[in-house]
């Protein structure tokens, strides 16, 4: 078993839809990430958390550290959105975990 | 001006080779990584260097080894290739101390 789970694996929506990407881990951590990796393969961070939420244009990270979750949320959806986006969490003993993605394509 | 650069982009090399991938960063950052993507996308980190000293190694092959010449260079060697190391390796940069991760754009190795 991960130790970061996401959900779902894959997901479709219609252009202008909320999406809703889950992630859930078992260790504790100091941080965690949200990561967005397009097709082209690069990736790029949009969000680090530790507590709290956070918000950047119309993207939206919330983590409950008590519940061991963190969700990323779109609102909305543009097909530019469509990625694979990662959940990783940093253990607190310098350890990285890395949820397998969450497929997301975003139809005009 | 690219914050982290990979070189080379892509690599094809025979079985048992030795190769490197380079990795430099100019933003001034204390800690550098490599991560492996394989063939099923799932990303798992395999070095981590904080002021030229290995704080994280994930249990990998003792043929990999992260030589850091400076803070703002961590390349990759990888000794006698074989054919499972083929994947994407990925370099990224950051403070430390659960800071935002740079990521470079990736080198696809290919082990023949």
């Known amino acids: 078993k991960n130790e970061v789970e996401q959900s779902p694996q894959n997901l479709t929506a219609q252009e202008g839809e909320f999406i809703t990407i889950n992630c859930s881990y078992s260790v504790g951590i100091s941080a965690l990430h949200w990561l967005q990796q397009h097709p082209g393969g690069g990736i790029v961070s949009l969000f680090m958390?530790?507590?709290g939420k956070k918000k950047h244009g119309r993207l939206i990270a919330t983590i409950n550290i008590q519940e061991k979750h963190s969700s990323l949320h779109i609102t909305a959806s543009h097909p530019r959105d469509s990625a694979v986006y990662i959940c990783a969490v940093e253990g607190t003993g310098n350890q990285f975990y890395f949820g397998t993605g969450t497929s997301l394509t975003v139809i005009p | 001006d690219t914050a982290v650069s990979q070189t080379p982009k892509y690599l094809v090399t025979q079985m048992g080779n030795d190769k490197s991938i380079k990795c430099e960063q100019n933003?001034?950052?204390?800690?550098m990584y490599w991560y492996k993507q394989d063939s099923k996308k799932f990303l798992k980190i395999m070095f981590s260097y904080n002021n030229k000293e290995l704080i994280i190694n994930e249990t990998v092959p003792n043929r990999f080894s992260p030589k850091s010449p400076d803070k703002a260079h961590l390349n990759l060697h990888i000794n006698s290739l074989e054919l499972g190391d083929s994947a994407v390796y990925f370099c990224a940069c950051g403070p430390g101390n659960t800071g935002e991760l740079f990521f470079g754009e990736g080198s696809r190795l290919t082990v023949l």
């Open positions: 958390l530790s507590s």
């Open positions: 933003l001034g950052h204390d800690t």
